[in-house]
T-cell receptor, first 111, second 113 residues
Framework: KNEVEQSPQNLTAQEGEFITINCSYS?????LHWLQQHPGGGIVSLFM???GKKKHGRLIATINIQEKHSSLHITASHPRDSAVYIC?????????????FGKGTHLIIQP | NAGVTQTPKFQVLKTGQSMTLQCAQD?????MYWYRQDPGMGLRLIYY???????DKGEVPNGYNVSRLNKREFSLRLESAAPSQTSVYFC????????????FGSGTRLTVV
């Protein structure tokens, strides 16, 4: 089974700072997802990527398949970015739906 | 707005009571899922339905049953609730199994006392 580790578990930063959240996994994958869980509980899919880099607004996701590692970056962070960010990987031997989820990174952006 | 609708948002049950969590999607997705989220753990798959008319067990199916009523609706039933089923439940859908284009519902916070 794929082991998915996220770091840090908790992160508090000041508004405007550049944020990096990391995700590493133990077994080769076909895709990796980054999800955002709002304080109210809803989960939104941010990115799905299998190689390289994707950008959406102030969010950038990168993946290094050889190193089994992905990062989620937030530029010019804002308090509305405060949320739990979840990494999920799709791999053989994953859950019945093929996905294994990380435990999440709890991000707080202070004004 | 298009998406996944879950009801109810909150529920308190007594041990032994039964209830059904409802989920509906309007994106014409083939696959639907039920997850539970517990503190300090990643989302865990309870049951999923790869397509209308099929359902399969996930990682933690014990104590639950599901029904894929039609392509839009996928319900989760707790026949005899236990305190260990206190959790936040999420329904999700995707075009196909394996995580392509997932859309999640807003969650149901269930407490069993």
């Amino acid at each position: 089974k794929n082991e998915v580790e996220q770091s840090p578990q908790n992160l508090t930063a000041q508004e405007g700072e550049f944020i990096t959240i990391n995700c590493s996994y133990s077994v080769g994958i076909s895709a990796l997802h980054w999800l955002q869980q709002h304080p109210g509980g809803g989960i939104v899919s941010l990115f799905m990527l299998s190689s390289g880099k994707k950008k959406h607004g102030r969010l950038i996701a990168t993946i290094n398949i050889q190193e089994k590692h992905s990062s989620l970056h937030i530029t010019a962070s804002h308090p509305r970015d405060s949320a739990v960010y979840i990494c999920a990987v799709r791999s053989p031997g994953g859950g019945a739906d093929g996905l294994t989820f990380g435990k999440g990174t709890h991000l707080i952006i202070q004004p | 707005n298009a998406g996944v609708t879950q009801t109810p948002k909150f529920q308190v049950l007594k041990t032994g009571q039964s209830m059904t969590l409802q989920c509906a999607q309007d994106m014409n997705h083939n696959s639907m899922y039920w997850y539970r989220q517990d503190p300090g753990m990643g989302l865990r798959l309870i049951y999923y339905s790869a397509s209308e008319g099929t359902t399969d067990k996930g990682e933690v199916p014990n104590g639950y049953n599901v029904s894929r009523l039609n392509k839009r609706e996928f319900s989760l039933r707790l026949e005899s609730a236990a305190p260990s089923q206190t959790s936040v439940y999420f329904c999700a859908s995707s075009e196909a199994t394996g995580g392509y284009g997932y859309t999640f519902g807003s969650g149901t916070r269930l407490t069993v006392v």
